[in-house]
């Protein structure tokens, strides 16, 4: 962040806008950007912006009921990646200053702090800082076969990789490894990590790893994995576009890889 007021009280007249209204973001006549002129009657008087980026802000409003919205997912195919960028991590800002409002510990309000992205409790002065929930997301492979699951919320014949929460006190590779025993019931090796992502859904980073198989039977977790089996990496089923999932992008390239090992 550079110089300037980290949270001004009005929008600078060149700055860009992200409006939201609870988890969904408003529309500017179809456009994800407002400027200080067009948010300014929706925006009120004292409003509360958010530092997103250099001279881009985003605001929680509460009204505004009469103005057309969008869910932060439907946007995901329409937009750039550097539009992308901006609304996840406004999405997340909103997201963590709703739920941040009073302090923790003594209870009164929070207040944004002059010079870093930090909610302080005006009483206590606690400091809050934006939080980020860490995860893993595992491809396991075993040649020629990949290991992909649906679990009872999936796109009916919607396979993805497995994934999970790190628990405190966890290594990334120990929350791999678990995850797997508990989800599918298998042992894996030769794990490592390959690439990450921001998912704003609320606020996770999903951490990508491909993992050898080792040892085991595929059993699913009840209520948690409704199918789980072996694909061939030439018949697969549908799975997460690698566009927008690091799932998509781990399974594209390993399926890519194989195919180069083939040849
Ligand atoms: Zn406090």
Known sequence: MTSG???????????RLLLFRRDRILLNGGEVFWSARTAGPLLGENPQ???????????DLSGADEAESRSLRSLLFSESDSELELLS?????????RTHRFCGLCGESTRPGDTDRVLECVACGHQFFPRINPCVIVLVTRGGEILLARSARYRSGFYSCL??????????????A???REEVGLEVENIRYAQSQSWPFPSQLMLGFLADYRSGEIVPEPGEIEDARWFSVSDLPNIPSSNISVAGKLIEGYVRSQRKHEQ
């Open 5 to 15: 007021t980290l949270f001004p009280g009005r929008p600078p007249a060149s700055a």
């Open 89 to 97: 991590r406004a999405s997340q800002l909103v997201y963590w200053r």
């Open 163 to 176: 994934a999970g929460f790190i628990e405190i006190g966890e290594t990334p590779e120990q929350t791999l």
């Open 49 to 59: 912006l958010l530092p997103v980026a250099e001279d881009c802000f985003a605001a």
């Open 178 to 180: 678990r995850e797997v």
